[in-house]
């Protein structure tokens, strides 16, 4: 187990910098919150570097005092720093473990990363403003909880857009990273701000040694249904070279580890050459541009081959494209995203053993006459993006526009002439449903050892922004000995650590500020102690406190107001209480979506009823649904109210009206196909085919 420690960790890391920090105690065991203080990190950041410590029995399992949690070093533990101490000294770093990082100019507009020296420490955050980035970039270890979040984000599309709060980092060029050993699952994080900066940190993220020494060891390789890689590698080269179109494969090179050394090679000459066009130190005959221009195109070569090599390896891969900006970016800037979203789906998806980018789109003519052409099934013409993109973005009123434009746009150049007749097949999507919510609370559950509910779930997708306030609401809870349900004052609680910010989005700030005032609150509150806690004025809340009793989200009782989720009191600890929504097996979000259609609706006509040549009717001319245009109280009807929304999806008049189209309804994926023109008789032919089973 040492051994394999050894392979796997970086020695100057933040993992094991937590190990060193534990042995370095008199009793060689430390609290979890003195971790937390002396790293300067959340807790489950912690957690998380305490469980890959765990998977090679370094320390021990978390132990709860009476004040803290802690933990101690352990016998492997204490080997493992013996053997690193042998190797390479205590005050010597060893330089060829070390994720590929190294120092850069302080004003550089963008620098993703730079060599493997770091003799120079980086500045901390508070020293310095966030556009002056710091010397060293080191790789972000990924939260487990946002990594469960961006994973359900993923499940349903190829490309997921989630709009929602997005913090700025402190090192625009650091990436984060978070692989799960069991599921095969590797996420890859970096902010965009240029495809220069996203594409280098993305590339360092997924070439560094720590994915070699976790993945693509021999012993690893070796391994039943993970030995593809090597039979090609050894018998097959010409699907690699030629199909696949990996780089750095020369034929001298006949061993896997010199093919790493190589790569890691090149990892460091791109890491190089942006310290040099951050200095003006230009290549002979390059100008800024051109140079600029040859550093994203070998940075989409070096992920590509990642991307490609941890394919055949049965790695899954989830790009996290983080834009807190969008908003304010320029229009060039804005379609600059959507293109090289575009590109790096084409260069990271395959036809069979294909790569797309090579065989549709290579504009070098000798790098396409190197390639194979693949013989393409006519019932089958379609290839597929090796992994997903999570964009995760501040992007509110311009969501739509940007889903839109990704849809219209993501074609990265025009298909060359003689391009074999496959196209790649991209399924996106523009908002997030139930089932995201729900996915994120049941991993997120099941790691604190409890069972989510209907209600649980209902309750947070209709508060959450997004399923990453959900993740970061659930991982407050203590996880527990014995399985059980969760219920509703852990839901309370839950949500309570979630700013005005992260819920009801869209919405003004007084409620979202009431509603987190009440969810702290331990018993109901009046309208003056109400606007006090909140911190707003009690004539904004008197305007909108209707609206949240309206939603069943909250409740005037003799005493005040409540949220409608139980209090951690002995009186309503054993009641599970939830919002009107949640409680009635008949009333759900949607409704409330639909009530307010209607509404909408009324006001938009200035109060004209549907006249009944337009009422909507059947094929077999019964009506299409409950005729409702001259209720007063909707409130009885209301399992009849969704059907309503047809006008809202059909007519031309409602879905160009900014008021009524967020009320519109439906499925948000959609697919796109990029690449030539495929003759019609051969679409109809697939589609027989598969129509056919």
């Known amino acids: 187990m040492v051994q394999d420690a050894i392979e796997r960790f970086d020695i100057d890391g933040e993992i094991i910098d937590t190990l060193r920090h534990i042995a370095a105690a008199p009793s060689e065991t430390r609290t979890i919150s003195d971790l937390e203080s002396e790293f300067g990190v959340q807790r489950d950041t912690i957690h998380n570097r305490l469980h890959h410590l765990r998977e090679y029995d370094l320390v021990s399992d978390t132990l709860s005092s009476d004040d803290d949690s802690i933990v101690s070093l352990i016998s492997a533990g204490r080997s493992y720093l013996d053997a690193v101490r042998a190797s390479v000294g205590l005050q010597s770093s060893l330089d060829d473990s070390l994720i590929a990082v190294g120092k850069s100019s302080n004003n550089s507009r963008v620098k993703p990363a730079c060599s493997r020296d770091t003799s120079s420490p980086p500045p901390s955050p508070s020293s310095r403003p966030r556009n002056r980035l710091p010397c060293l970039h080191n790789i972000r270890e990924l939260p487990r909880h946002r990594f469960h979040a961006i994973t359900a984000t993923v499940s349903n599309a190829d490309i997921s857009v989630v709009d929602t709060d997005v913090d700025l980092l402190d090192d625009r060029a650091a990436p984060g990273r978070h692989y799960d050993h069991d599921n095969r699952q590797l996420i890859v994080s970096a902010e965009y701000d240029n495809p220069l900066n996203y594409w280098v940190s993305i590339a360092r993220a997924l070439s560094n040694r720590d994915i070699w020494s976790w993945i693509l060891t021999d012993d690893k390789l070796d391994a ?101 900006r969008y908003r304010e970016f320029s229009g060039i800037k804005k379609q600059g995203l959507i293109k090289t979203i575009g590109k790096g789906s084409a260069i990271q998806s395959v036809y069979g053993e294909a790569n797309t980018y090579r065989h549709l789109y290579e504009d070098r003519e000798n790098k396409r006459e190197q390639a194979i052409v693949p013989d393409v099934d006519a019932h089958d013409p379609y290839a597929e993006l090796i992994g997903s993109f999570a964009v995760v973005g501040d992007f509110k009123s311009q969501t739509k526009d940007f889903v839109r434009s990704l849809n219209n746009n993501l074609e990265p150049g025009k298909p060359h002439d003689d391009a074999p007749e496959f196209q790649l097949n991209l399924s996106i999507r523009g908002d997030v449903s139930r089932s995201e919510y729900a996915q994120t609370a049941t991993r997120l559950c099941r790691e604190k050892n409890i069972n989510p509910t209907p209600q649980a779930v209902s309750t947070l997708a209709g508060l959450c922004n997004s399923p990453f306030e959900v993740a970061e609401a659930l991982n407050h809870l203590q996880s527990n000995e014995d399985r059980r349900s969760i219920d509703a004052r852990e839901v309370r609680y839950a949500l309570s650590q979630l700013g005005a910010d992260d819920i009801l989005r869209g919405t003004n700030s007084t409620p979202r500020k009431a509603v987190i005032a009440l969810l702290n609150a331990t018993e109901p509150l009046s309208q003056s102690e109400l606007a006090d806690r909140a911190d707003v004025s009690e004539r904004s809340l008197r305007d909108h406190l209707p609206d949240l009793l309206d939603l069943g989200l909250i409740d005037e009782t003799p005493t005040g107001y409540r949220f409608n989720l139980s209090f951690n009191t002995g009186e309503e600890r054993t009641n599970d209480r939830y919002p009107m929504y949640v409680v009635d097996p008949d009333l759900r979000p949607d409704i409330h979506k639909a009530a307010k259609a209607l509404k ?94």
Request: overall charge negative; charged content about 30%; aromatic content about 6%.
């Open 600 to 693: 909408t609706a009324h006001e938009h006509h200035f109060g004209t009823p549907i006249p009944d040549d337009d009422f909507p009717s059947s094929p077999t001319g019964r009506d299409w649904c409950a005729d409702l245009r001259g209720i007063e109280a909707a409130d009885t009807w209301i399992r009849s109210v969704l059907p309503l929304l047809w006008g809202l999806e059909t007519r031309e008049e409602y879905r160009d009206d900014p008021d009524l189209d967020p009320l519109i309804d439906g499925d948000d994926t959609t697919d796109i196909r990029l690449g030539p023109d495929i003759p019609q008789q051969r679409l109809a032919a697939y589609s027989v085919s598969k129509a056919s089973g």
């Open 224 to 324: 039943a249904n993970r030995d593809k890689f090597r039979d090609l590698f050894a018998d097959h080269r010409v699907v690699l070279r030629q199909l696949r179109c990996l780089g750095y494969l020369p034929d001298r090179i006949t061993d896997i580890n010199d093919f790493r050394d190589l790569i890691l090679d090149a990892l460091d000459k791109l890491l190089d050459d942006t310290k040099r066009l951050t200095n003006g130190n230009y290549p002979d005959a390059l100008n800024e541009s051109e140079f600029r221009g040859d550093i994203v195109r070998d940075a989409h070569g070096l992920a590509g081959t990642m991307a490609h090599i941890l394919d055949i390896v049965d790695v899954e891969i989830i790009r996290e494209v983080r834009v807190p």
